[in-house]
């Protein structure tokens, strides 16, 4: 007679509960792998950046001001955000061709740098949005319907470049107040030129100064330009902030200093490049607000209705190497305003 071991039962019979849940478990994972794996996955956005000039370095330079606003908004690189960088080398024809790239990309964002950047973006597409990391007079220049309701499919940040020429003209005469001629460096592709100008121009006429409007679009032109202010006999100059002329500062102040021309821009990328001074908006901070920009429209904000923002703070930065190397004086009125001064 053989007795039955009611353990040995139990166990065996444990033994195939367990594989049966075991391939229950794999049968269900093989039916719908994709499904359960994907609902852990974050959303990549992508987002392209079209810029006229390629930086030395975004840790240093304004661009850098987008990554990080973006990463202190919690976007990753690599993680959820990845960003399609594309630069024109301040070869600004390049521009509209790198803007149906990123069009082509299908980017959820594009961030465009600067008037001639936005120009691209806006021919390139309709229905993608566009944020303005910097731009001057953007209504004027038909970006934008108005500053409060864009309107369309761009938005973002706009500085107040033309209205500030008035005050770089200023600071020209507080260095030489005998000041007779100045010569506004302007490129003929920035839509928002003709309005500094036109800016630089009203105040001289008060201050019983001539402007001399003078362009360049190429390299090869700037040579060309600073002749003509000579010709002209100017005693200083304005730059125009611009793209292609951000990426040539360094051969720009050069050729002031060796016209001897006291000269100012609206960028402290100029005054860091050897030219004698710049007031203007922080670019840096433009470009880190319009991070808040592409967060709201990620988030379902329509492009049209978020009004353009326009900074308020401005900093003033003097170069002293130029000025020894004009043989200008800095006044102390003009000194203990600065909020950066270069030995």
């Known amino acids: 007679m053989v007795e039955f071991d009611s353990s040995d039962f139990r166990h065996d019979r444990a ?3 367990r594989r049966t849940l075991l391939r229950a478990m794999l049968a269900g994972i093989a039916l719908a792998p994709l499904p359960l794996f994907a609902q ?15 930086p030395v370095s975004l840790e240093t330079d304004s661009y850098g001001g987008f990554p990080l606003g973006m990463r202190e908004l919690g976007y990753v690189e690599q993680k959820n955000l990845m960003i399609e960088w594309r630069f ?10 790198l803007a149906e790239e990123l069009v082509q990309l299908k980017v959820d964002v594009l961030v465009a740098a600067g008037n001639q950047a936005i120009t691209a973006a806006k021919k390139a597409t309709a229905s993608i949005p566009v944020v303005m990391g910097t731009s001057i007079d953007p209504v004027g220049s038909g970006f934008v319907e108005s500053l409060a309701r864009p309107g369309g499919n761009i938005t973002g940040l706009s500085n107040l470049t033309a209205d500030l020429s008035p005050k770089h003209l200023d600071l020209l005469r507080d260095l030489a107040p005998r000041l007779a001629r100045a010569a506004v460096l302007v490129n003929p592709t920035n839509s928002a030129h003709p309005a500094i100008v036109q800016s630089v121009q009203a105040a001289a006429q008060t201050a019983g100064v001539r402007i001399v409007s003078v362009e ?16 002209e006999r100017a005693e200083a100059l304005i730059v125009a902030l611009d793209g292609f002329f951000n990426q040539q500062r360094h051969r720009i102040a050069e ?18 490049a050897a030219g004698l001074m710049s007031y203007g908006q922080n670019i840096a901070e433009d470009f ?3 991070a808040t920009y592409v967060d709201k429209i990620l988030k379902g904000a329509k492009p049209g209705d978020i009004p353009v923002e326009q900074s308020t703070k401005f900093e003033l930065v003097i170069n002293m190497k130029t000025a020894n190397a004009l043989g200008i004086k800095i006044p102390n009125s003009i000194l203990v305003r600065a909020d950066k001064v270069i030995e």
């Not at 024109?88 to 061709?97: C, D, V, W």
Request: charged share 30%; no cysteine.
């Open 15 to 17: 033994l195939r509960t």
């Open 40 to 54: 852990h996955q974050p959303k990549v956005w992508r987002i392209g950046f079209l810029a006229p000039r390629r």
């Open 88 to 97: 024109a080398e301040g070869k600004l024809e390049r521009l509209p061709g």
């Open 216 to 231: 360049a679009r190429t390299a090869e032109e700037l040579e060309a330009a600073f002749a003509t202010m000579t010709r």
């Open 255 to 272: 050729l002031a200093v060796k016209h001897r021309l006291p000269s100012i821009s609206a960028t402290r990328l100029y005054a860091e």
């Open 288 to 290: 880190r607000r319009a």
